[in-house]
DNA sequence: GTGCAACCTCAAGCTAAGTTGAGGTCAAGC
DNA sequence: GCTTGACCTCAACTTAGCTTGAGGTTGCAC
């Protein structure tokens, strides 16, 4: 039973990424393909499950820097496992979790200034330090650090 | 009593946006501020609010463009009033259930994920259609289009 | 009347996440 | 052995949301 290799067009069929997307997420450091002796590259089948993880990730609103921390966990001698992966997605539950636990106290403040029709920087709990919203995600510098 | 105007370095101050910026944001017109003689910017009181509203729209993933189709539904003659404001705080309010609602679907999908560790483009419920997060607000192009 | 900070404009640069294009190579079928 | 499509590299362009810098003006205080 060989590795089998799949090329960079059929990865990019299997995941719906781009060409160009996948050669820059090598640039990244997102992926390691072989080369063959003519320097095209060579996926391993478990790179589908790869991209997957970063389209998920990213829809999660992660940066692809964060993505590859998360990835470089996967052990790098042998493919990684079902538990390896469910390791790094727990993980990422953990985020979602965040993201929905702030996206909650917000809308809560939110309705406060409905309340009281404030929007003003002076009385507004939005301005307030505990509430900056990790939603800063891919994108531009940050807005209210 | 006049309508009391603030130079561009004290509305800076006021809200924490750097000078900059608000030159920035009047280019994309959600700012009008008036001009001294000199040529020199003065907004109205009034202008902190709208800077402010600015800036939780921001943080509620919005990008400058839908945050001034809202700023524009603001009354031109009159200043808004604090039922205007209120209007579209409502609206948003609208907006960050829709995200705590996907957010939520997202991590239920990812909990029946971990559960078999699929992360599969085949089987995996994260990649069906009907689940694209509305995550992207500002940033780069979408991903799962 | 001069000095200084705060203001002005306009152009260029930055980051993220890619895409597009030019110009060239590889591999497989006929 | 040649054509064709898939692949290669490298540089430049894109959008959003700004910042930085150069070079010049305003306005207030002393």
């Given at each position: 039973m060989q590795p089998q290799f799949i090329g960079i067009g059929e990865l990019a069929r299997r995941t719906g990424v781009a060409v160009s997307a996948l050669r820059f997420y090598e640039d990244k450091g997102l992926l390691n393909p072989l080369r063959t002796g003519g320097n095209q590259r060579k996926y391993l089948r478990g790179d589908i499950r790869r991209v997957s993880f970063i389209l998920i990730a990213q829809k999660l609103g992660l940066g692809l820097a964060e993505i590859e921390a998360h990835l470089a966990e996967?052990?790098?001698?042998r493919n990684p496992t079902l538990s390896d992966w469910q390791k790094i997605s727990r993980a990422m539950r953990g985020a979602i979790d965040e993201k929905i636990n702030l996206l909650t106290r917000t809308r809560n403040q939110l309705d406060q200034c409905i309340g009281c029709g404030c929007l003003s920087l002076?009385?507004?709990?939005?301005?307030?330090?505990?509430?900056?919203?990790?939603?800063?995600?891919?994108?531009p510098r940050a807005v209210l650090d």
């Open positions: 996967l052990p790098l001698g002076a009385k507004c709990q939005l301005y307030n330090k505990d509430d900056k919203l990790g939603l800063k995600g891919p994108g």
